[in-house]
């Protein structure tokens, strides 16, 4: 176990536990606030995340910051990452045994920021994360209490820019995020 986030991003960067570490240019390990009482954790990094190490800086990211900034929510007070901490080839969905092998990083994380909200980032996160058989189309903005954590899923950003009719809905779910947020303000 790490001592703390620091130390495991260096166990991550020295990972080999999958093919991935093979093709990464940079492990995109996480970013934000280290006592977020909010975490984000989407499914893997993109091409940009690659290339910078940060999480959610392309497109996805922009348009996960405006949806932040439309509810009051600042970026630097949250905590932001992935299940897999190195790219697949060509942003192709993260396979089993890659999840498997980059999990135990993720609960670290959990373990050491001890957010209070987790915030799966679109389906596969919330199946990784929530229920084997989770239906974000239909389960989106559902809240669940997990060991601890109180979870929700909302889309994806990037299925957003897939599909922007779904963004009045991402809206709803992050007002109400920000509604929970501030109930434990007071």
Known sequence: MAQNLEELKKICESCEGCELAKTRTKCVFGVGNE??????????????????????????????????????????????ANILKCRPPKNRDPLPAEEDACIGHLREQVRLIRPRIIVCLGRIAAMRLIDPEYKITKQHGEWVERGGYLMTAVYHPAALLRDPRKKEEMLADMKKLKAKLDEYDN
């Open 35 to 80: 006592k977020a009482r909010l975490m984000f954790v989407g499914e893997a990094p993109g091409e940009q995340e690659d290339l910078t190490g940060t999480p959610f800086v392309g497109r996805a990211g922009q348009l996960l910051d405006k949806f932040l900034f439309a509810v009051g929510i600042e970026r630097e007070d949250v905590y932001i």
